[in-house]
């Protein structure tokens, strides 16, 4: 049948379409049922053709693929459970997921995260369970990258390279239940305290509590950071070290500097308000310049009325 005998382009595209959505393609090896594809062990390199549309679950997990495309993702317009778990994805893109808001489930443990841009979940308010455990190669997370997604009720980023969390990235997850932290290293400075003390009040649960501990500075090493709020409030605001106390020195030098040159600054100012006062005065009070102190001593009536004792020095 071509295309100009048979029904219109809209009907051809029609029914194109509704061939997708019933589920009468399926990605080559994949199984399909029920508005959920499972093509999982199947050693693809890349995200699978030939999705049907109305999926609404998709397990990628123990494959080899290499990133997420946008636009073929997009279509998927009813994805509620993304699983890919175990594959080789490098990173995340801001419009990664821009399709796909409806999102409740999002696997994407044991990859090779090295970037996750800070736009990536905005569009994923319901999402509520998110796992990017074991990326070893993340290392760090934009304090926006969770701004959107306020549903999260689970979030695991166990083994993924993190030093720091700003606080200002999971503060705002009032739902937040269950967070998992350990395998990391981290650096519990005063730049973590803020996000200690939310975990400290914060009403979470920490299964791994235990093992998500400081590795630096020294002194905390080994300190659950759910517990670590209380010692490094200690150590950041009521603490001084050795730097401190050498800032403390040099400012108190520098206030006694300031202060000595003020003093030895308000004695030229005085003599020399005095010398020209007298200046202005008239010739005897020229004269007594140099001898201040001694007019001082010895201003009296007598002084005053010699008037020319200065002349004899
Ligand atoms: C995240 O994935 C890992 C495996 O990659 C699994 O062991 C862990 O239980 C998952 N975390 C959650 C919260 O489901
Ligand atoms: C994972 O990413 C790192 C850093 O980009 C790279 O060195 C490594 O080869 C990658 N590993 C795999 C299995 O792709
Ligand atoms: C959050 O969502 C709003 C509106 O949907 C959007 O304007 C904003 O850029 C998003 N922010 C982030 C950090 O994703
Ligand atoms: C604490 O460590 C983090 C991560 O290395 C660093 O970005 C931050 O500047 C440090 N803050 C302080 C106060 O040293
Ligand atoms: C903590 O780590 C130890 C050793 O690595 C492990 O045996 C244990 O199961 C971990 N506990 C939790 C709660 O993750």
């Given at each position: 049948?071509?295309?100009?005998?048979?029904?219109?382009?809209?009907?051809?595209?029609?029914?194109?379409?509704?061939?997708?959505?019933?589920?009468?393609?399926?990605?080559?090896?994949?199984?399909?049922?029920?508005?959920?594809?499972?093509?999982?062990?199947?050693?693809?390199?890349?995200?699978?053709?030939?999705?049907?549309?109305?999926?609404?679950?998709?397990?990628?997990?123990?494959?080899?693929?290499?990133?997420?495309?946008?636009?073929?993702?997009?279509?998927?317009?009813?994805?509620?459970?993304?699983?890919?778990?175990?594959?080789?994805?490098?990173?995340?893109?801001?419009?990664?997921?821009?399709?796909?808001?409806?999102?409740?489930?999002?696997?994407?443990?044991?990859?090779?995260?090295?970037?996750?841009?800070?736009?990536?979940?905005?569009?994923?308010?319901?999402?509520v369970r998110l796992?990017?455990?074991?990326?070893?190669?993340?290392?760090?997370?934009?304090?926006?990258?969770f701004?959107?997604?306020t549903?999260l009720r689970y979030l695991d980023l166990r083994?993924?390279?993190?030093?720091?969390i700003?606080h200002?990235a999971l503060h705002h997850l009032v739902v937040l239940q269950t967070l998992y932290l350990s395998?990391?290293?981290?650096?519990?400075?005063?730049?973590?305290?803020?996000f200690a003390i939310h975990l400290l009040v914060a009403e979470m649960e920490h299964p791994d509590g235990q093992?998500a501990?400081?590795?630096?500075?020294?002194?905390?090493?080994?300190?659950p950071i759910a517990r670590v709020g209380?010692?490094?409030?200690?150590?950041?605001?009521?603490?001084?070290?050795?730097?401190?106390?050498?800032?403390?020195?040099?400012?108190?030098?520098?206030?006694?500097?300031?202060?000595?040159?003020?003093?030895?600054?308000?004695?030229?100012?005085?003599?020399?308000?005095?010398?020209?006062?007298?200046?202005?005065?008239?010739?005897?009070?020229?004269?007594?310049?140099?001898?201040?102190?001694?007019?001082?001593?010895?201003?009296?009536?007598?002084?005053?009325?010699?008037?020319?004792?200065?002349?004899?020095?």
């Open positions: 049948m071509s295309l100009a005998s048979g029904p219109g382009p809209q009907l051809l595209l029609f029914s194109l379409g509704m061939g997708l959505v019933s589920g009468s393609k399926c990605p080559n090896n994949c199984l399909c049922q029920d508005q959920e594809v499972s093509c999982t062990n199947m050693q693809l390199m890349e995200y699978p053709l030939n999705i049907p549309l109305n999926t609404r679950r998709l397990f990628l997990s123990n494959n080899k693929i290499t990133s997420l495309p946008a636009l073929q993702l997009g279509f998927l317009s009813d994805l509620v459970y993304l699983d890919c778990q175990n594959n080789r994805i490098r990173e995340l893109m801001d419009y990664t997921f821009i399709g796909v808001f409806k999102l409740i489930y999002l696997d994407l443990s044991s990859n090779n995260l090295t970037s996750i841009s800070p736009f990536s979940f905005s569009v994923l308010s319901n999402l796992n990017i455990s074991n990326n070893p190669h993340l290392l760090s997370l934009d304090k926006y990258t701004a959107n997604t549903s083994n993924t390279g993190l030093q720091t700003d200002d395998g990391n290293p981290w650096k519990c400075n005063c730049s973590f305290l803020e093992n501990t400081c590795t630096e500075p020294t002194e905390l090493s080994g300190w209380n010692p490094l409030q200690y150590m950041c605001l009521t603490h001084l070290n050795h730097q401190d106390y050498i800032f403390l020195l040099l400012i108190g030098f520098c206030i006694f500097a300031a202060g000595t040159v003020a003093a030895w600054l308000t004695g030229v100012c005085a003599v020399l308000y005095q010398s020209t006062h007298r200046k202005s005065g008239g010739d005897d009070t020229e004269d007594e310049a140099g001898n201040r102190v001694t007019n001082k001593i010895f201003r009296s009536k007598a002084y005053f009325n010699q008037g020319r004792f200065p002349h004899l020095i």
